[in-house]
C-alpha cells in the first residue's frame, strides 16, 4: 500500500442527496472549477442550533461500532448523528445513528447463544425463545425513524433540564425482525390481557425504577411492531440494541427497548413509573403547555409528530447573490406518511412547494429539495415545513412542556447572502 | 465497575452454564466467551468536574450516575429548578445524597465556570 494514497477521484465520491431524482436542467447548478479543492481537515468538535450556550460539544470515534459522533454524554453513553449524515441518504448508517441510554448498568456483553427473549404473565403458554428460535420464524421487513423524545430539547426557550440534543437525537434504519403479533399468538394471549410491558437487559442505578414501556393490546397486536434482530441488514451495534431491539413504527425511540429480554402479558393497565409519572407530556395534540404551568393532564409521550430539518446549509453559512441555490433536507410525517413539504427562503412569510424524494415507506425519512433562484443580498431565514398524510401540520410556534419532549415546530436556519466582493470592499 | 450482564441473564434464565464459562465471564471481563459473544469496551469518562470552588460535592453525588459532559452542558437554570432537580434525584431515583451537599451541589450548578446562572423562575 503507498504511503501516500491518492484521495479518490471526485466521480467516485457517493452524490450528496443521493435519494432525489437527478436535478433536471433548469435546477443544476454550474458545476465547480475543474480543479477540487484539497480535502477539508476532519473536524473534531460541533455546535448545535441550540437556544443559548453552551453550544459547542466534542466529535468522538471512542466508543465502540460507532464512527464519528457528537458526544452528549460518556457515561451512560449518549451520542448525537451529526446533521450532515442525514444530507447523504435518507438511511442513517448504523455506525453513525444516535445511541441513548439511561444511568444504570448498559449491557457490554452479550452471548447470542444463550440469550433468551421471555414471554409471560397472562398467557396460556410461557415462552423462553433463542435467538434461533426467532429467527427461524417468518421474517419482515420495515423502515422506521428511531428519535428521541428528548430530541431536539437544547431548543426549548425557557430551557429545561436534561441532556441538550440539537436535532439528531433521530436515525432511520431498514429493521428486520418477527412481527410482535406471531410471537404473541405463540404464547397465547389470555382474555383480560389489556396491555404488554417490555423490559431489556439495561438495569437502572441500584434504587431507581427498571426501566419498562407497554403498549396497549390492539397496538402490540396490529402486526406493526416487530422484534428486530437486523438493522439496515447486519446485527444490530450494541449500544443500538444487540441482539433485540422492540420496534415501534411512528412512536418515539423510548418505547424501542433496547436488547429486548421481557415481554409480560398485563392484566391491569402498566403503573410503573415510567408509563405512570415519568416521560409524560400535556394530553394535548401538541405536547404544549405554558411554561409553569402545574398541574395540566399529562399522557405518556407516545406518538411522533411531523418534522423536517434542512441537512446542507448550515446556521451562518454565506451565500452567493443573484445565483442559484439548492436548499435540501429530509422530513417525515411522525405517526403518518410526509403529503407534502414547503419551502420558504423569507422567515415564514412566503412558501413555495419542495420537490420530494424517494418514498421508502410511511415511517421513514423523505428527502426534499427546494431552489432559490436569485438570492438578493442581506440575511434568509429558511424554513421547511412538512405536513403528514393524516393531515398535520408543523407549526411556527413552538410547543413547549417541562420535561422538553416532542419538539415538532418549524425550525429555521439563518444564511447570509453576501459576495466576496462585497465583504472585502467592507474591510477596506 | 459494570456488571458481567450475560453472567446475571445466565442465572436469571437458570441456564446451566458450564462452570469454566462462569469464571471467564466473571474474573477476565475482556475475554471472549464461549459461543457468540457480543462485547464492548466503554470509555470510562471524566472522574472529576472542572472548576474546583464548588464541585467537591457535584462530584461525590452527581458523577455516580451523570458524566461531567451532561452536567457542564447543562443551560443557565435557576437555583430553585435545580433544587426540584435534586428532590427527583433523592425521591425518584433513589440517590443516596446528603441532605448538607444540597448547598454546594447547588453552588456548582448555578455557577459552572462562573457564571451565574439564574435567568428563569
Redesign the interface.
Given at each position: 500500500m503507498p504511503a501516500n494514497p491518492a484521495p479518490p477521484p471526485a466521480a467516485a465520491r457517493p452524490p450528496a442527496g443521493g435519494d432525489l431524482p437527478p436535478p433536471d436542467s433548469t435546477t443544476a447548478v454550474p458545476e465547480p472549477a475543474a480543479e477540487p479543492p484539497p480535502p477539508a481537515p476532519e473536524p473534531t468538535a460541533a455546535t448545535l442550533p441550540?437556544?443559548?450556550?453552551?453550544r459547542d460539544?466534542p466529535l468522538t470515534k471512542?466508543?465502540?461500532?460507532k464512527g464519528r459522533m457528537i458526544?452528549?454524554?460518556?457515561?451512560?453513553?449518549?451520542l448525537e448523528t451529526e446533521m450532515e449524515v442525514f444530507d447523504k441518504t435518507v438511511i442513517t448508517p448504523n455506525d453513525r445513528f444516535y445511541v441513548e441510554w439511561h444511568?444504570?448498568?448498559?449491557?457490554?456483553?452479550?452471548?447470542?447463544?444463550?440469550?433468551?427473549l421471555?414471554v409471560h404473565g397472562n398467557v396460556v403458554k410461557p415462552l423462553?425463545l433463542s435467538l434461533a428460535d426467532l429467527k427461524a420464524m417468518k421474517k419482515v421487513e420495515i423502515t422506521a425513524i428511531d428519535q428521541a423524545p428528548g430530541n431536539s430539547r437544547?431548543l426549548f426557550q425557557?430551557?429545561?433540564?436534561g441532556?441538550?440534543w440539537g436535532h439528531g437525537a433521530m436515525g432511520n434504519a431498514k429493521w428486520t425482525g418477527v412481527p410482535l403479533r406471531d410471537i404473541l399468538t405463540m404464547a397465547g394471549i389470555r382474555p383480560g390481557t389489556v396491555q404488554l410491558r417490555f423490559k431489556g437487559?439495561a438495569?437502572?442505578?441500584?434504587?431507581?425504577?427498571e426501566y419498562m414501556k407497554s403498549l396497549n393490546l390492539a397496538h402490540a397486536m396490529n402486526g406493526e411492531v416487530i422484534v428486530a434482530f437486523a438493522m439496515n441488514g447486519a446485527?444490530m451495534p450494541?449500544?443500538n440494541g444487540?441482539?433485540l431491539r422492540l420496534i415501534v413504527p411512528g412512536w418515539y425511540g423510548n418505547y424501542w427497548i433496547k436488547a429486548l429480554?421481557d415481554i409480560e402479558a398485563l392484566s391491569t393497565p402498566d403503573d410503573n413509573?415510567w408509563m405512570a409519572?415519568?416521560e409524560r407530556v400535556p394530553a394535548n395534540r401538541n405536547a404544549d403547555v405554558a411554561p409553569?404551568t402545574m398541574g395540566f393532564d399529562s399522557a405518556p409521550v407516545s406518538r411522533m409528530a411531523p418534522r423536517s430539518f434542512i441537512t446542507n446549509v448550515t446556521n451562518g453559512e454565506k451565500l452567493m447573490p443573484d445565483k442559484p441555490a439548492i436548499v435540501r433536507g429530509i422530513a417525515m410525517g411522525g405517526d403518518n406518511g410526509v403529503a407534502r413539504v414547503d419551502f420558504s427562503s423569507d422567515g415564514g412569510l412566503s412558501w413555495m412547494p419542495a420537490k420530494l424524494g424517494k418514498d421508502t415507506g410511511k415511517y421513514g425519512f423523505r428527502q426534499w429539495e427546494a431552489r432559490i433562484a436569485k438570492p438578493a443580498a442581506g440575511k434568509l431565514a429558511l424554513m421547511s415545513r412538512c405536513t403528514s398524510t393524516g393531515g398535520q401540520t408543523q407549526s411556527m410556534t413552538p410547543n413547549w412542556n417541562p420535561g422538553g419532549l416532542a419538539r415538532n415546530a418549524i425550525e429555521m436556519v439563518q444564511v447570509t447572502v453576501s459576495s466576496p466582493e462585497a465583504e472585502s470592499d467592507a474591510l477596506q | 465497575m459494570?456488571?458481567?450482564?450475560?453472567l446475571y441473564?445466565?442465572i436469571a434464565?437458570g441456564?446451566a452454564?458450564s462452570p469454566a464459562a462462569v469464571a471467564k465471564?466473571k474474573h477476565k471481563?475482556a475475554q471472549p466467551?464461549?459461543?457468540?459473544?457480543?462485547?464492548?469496551?466503554?470509555?470510562?469518562?471524566?472522574d472529576v468536574l472542572p472548576d474546583r470552588r464548588y464541585a467537591e460535592a457535584a462530584d461525590r453525588n452527581c458523577l455516580?450516575?451523570?458524566?461531567?459532559?451532561?452536567i457542564?452542558?447543562?443551560?443557565?437554570?435557576s437555583r430553585d429548578?435545580?433544587k426540584a432537580?435534586i428532590d427527583k434525584m433523592r425521591t425518584?431515583?433513589?440517590?443516596?445524597i446528603d441532605p448538607d451537599a444540597d448547598d454546594g451541589i447547588l453552588a456548582y450548578l448555578t455557577t459552572i465556570n462562573g457564571v451565574r446562572r439564574d435567568t428563569?423562575?
Open positions: 441550540l437556544a443559548g450556550p453552551p460539544r471512542d466508543f465502540p461500532q458526544l452528549q454524554s460518556t457515561r451512560p453513553p449518549v444511568a444504570g448498568t448498559v449491557p457490554t456483553a452479550i452471548n447470542a447463544l444463550f440469550f433468551r421471555t423462553s437544547g425557557p430551557r429545561v433540564p441532556i441538550q437487559l438495569k437502572p442505578v441500584p434504587g431507581a425504577p446485527p450494541v449500544l444487540f441482539p429480554t413509573y409519572s415519568g409553569g | 459494570r456488571f458481567n450482564n450475560l441473564c445466565g434464565l441456564l452454564l465471564g471481563a466467551m464461549t459461543g457468540e459473544t457480543a462485547r464492548i469496551e466503554l470509555p470510562p469518562g471524566d455516580s450516575c451523570h458524566s461531567t459532559e451532561t457542564l452542558n447543562q443551560p443557565a437554570l429548578v435545580w432537580e425518584v431515583f433513589g440517590a443516596q428563569w423562575r
